[in-house]
């Protein structure tokens, strides 16, 4: 017997099966939370691999409530994620998609692990075929990854023009790096139009610098005569009269067709259409130029159907265009040389065109020809600022037609253009 104070008297085995009973009650619920723990453990594994099925869906356990209810939380937070993720790639694809340049994510080893459709249609190469090679491989240009390889071992930003690709086009390129080890982005600016319209402004304004400076120098001649001189006689003051009327008119003819274009360009010109035959206007074009083919000896054909179908245009551009294709080709005739115009229906359209038996066109202009103030012949001192066959191309555009030019060099040029045929004497698009 031993005595516990506040208890009394208590035998030894009493004490003994006292402890014994809260040992196994302990024991027990050790062995009842190591279970749960474990039981927890292989749902929160299964839930893990779960997230690599493609339906999410996870396998059957023995779970309490609350290992239920932690389960079904982390698996919606896991499909937000994953849903924002989607989402976000998607973005990134849409607006990468509509970039107009070209962009590559380039790894650490400079192989590649996104690029965009730009770059992949400038290519004409699969993404399959790119993604996990490496720059060099897809692009064969040296200069562009010795770029990247410079951005990616100094950790700065790298830019330079080069010319690469098919073609060899100018494209701007600069290589951000992302971050030590991290890759690097490399964006492909094509430069060649802007290259190309540089080259045009240059031309356009040595032209009209050149065209302006003529009629100047021959104005400022004539009016220094006439200052020096009082006592000239009345035939010489006629002629040197007439010179300078010539010379004003060639300048603000130059200055009109250069706010004509100006117009034509910017989308301000309005067509006044109406149905009507081609063949009077070619017969009135011919008309207005028939004295200048005159002096220089041509023979002008004209060759024109009388049933041509009507085609619905501006009468008084559709001149235009005929008075400078004709202008033209009377300009680079030689003397004695013949000139044949002519039309017929082809194709939807009407065709007209224009041969002449002049100096050809080199293969290599025949493309600029109808740029402004190009001029394709520069072995001769003709006149004229080349802003005819520029005007003639987009009154011809705006009609819905198309224009070009054949040659052979040493057997004349031919220019012809095309204007649809709308049913029903309406313009083409408006027919019921």
Request: with cysteine.
């Amino acid at each position: 017997m031993v005595t516990i104070l506040g208890i009394g008297d208590v035998s030894v085995t009493s004490v003994a099966l006292g402890i014994l009973a809260g040992a196994i009650v302990a024991a027990v619920s050790w062995w009842r939370m190591r279970r749960r723990a474990n039981s927890s453990a292989a749902a929160l594994r299964a839930a893990v691999a779960s997230l690599d099925d493609p339906k999410g869906e996870i396998a059957p356990l023995n779970l309490t409530a609350a290992d239920r209810v932690v389960l079904e939380a982390l698996a919606g937070v896991t499909h937000a994620l994953q849903s924002r993720v989607a989402r976000l790639r998607n973005e990134r694809d849409v607006v990468l998609s509509r970039v107009g340049d070209g962009v590559i994510v380039t790894d650490a080893h400079g192989v590649i692990v996104l690029i965009n459709r730009t770059q992949l249609d400038r290519l004409d190469l699969t993404e399959e075929r790119v993604v996990g090679r490496s720059l060099i491989e897809v692009l064969h240009d040296h200069e562009v990854d010795e770029l990247v390889r410079r951005s990616l071992s100094s950790g700065e930003e790298q830019r330079a023009r080069v010319e690469t690709g098919p073609g060899r086009r100018l494209m701007q390129v600069r290589a951000t790096p992302l971050g030590r080890g991290a890759g690097c982005v490399v964006v492909l600016q094509d430069r060649t139009e802007i290259r190309r319209l540089e080259r045009v402004r240059r031309e356009f304004v040595a032209n009209i610098s050149h065209e302006l400076r003529t009629p100047l120098a021959t104005l400022k001649l004539l009016s220094e005569t006439l200052l020096l001189d009082d006592s000239i006689d009345p035939a010489v003051l006629k002629d040197y009269l007439g010179r300078i009327e010539v010379e004003v008119d060639r300048l603000a003819q130059m200055v009109d067709e250069l706010g004509e274009l100006s117009l034509i360009e910017t989308g301000q010109i309005t067509l006044q259409r109406v149905p009507l035959c081609v063949g009077p206007l070619i017969h009135d074009a011919v008309e207005r130029l028939d004295a200048q083919a005159a002096r220089s000896g041509l023979k002008v054909v004209v060759d024109v159907p009388n049933d041509l179908p009507d085609v619905y245009v501006d009468e008084r551009r559709l001149e235009q265009v005929l008075v400078n294709l004709l202008h033209n080709a009377i300009k680079f005739t030689p003397d004695g040389g013949p000139l044949r115009i002519f039309a017929v229906e082809a194709d939807g359209a009407v065709r007209v065109s224009i041969r002449d038996s002049g100096v050809g066109i080199a293969e290599e202009d025949l493309e600029r020809i109808f740029e402004r103030c190009y001029k394709y012949d520069r072995s001769r001192s003709s006149t004229g600022e080349g802003l005819g066959l520029a005007i003639a191309r987009h009154m011809v555009e705006l009609h819905g037609g198309r224009i070009w030019a054949e040659s052979v060099e040493g057997r004349g040029s031919t220019f012809s253009f095309t204007l649809p045929i709308a049913a029903g004497g309406q313009p083409p698009g408006t027919q019921s």
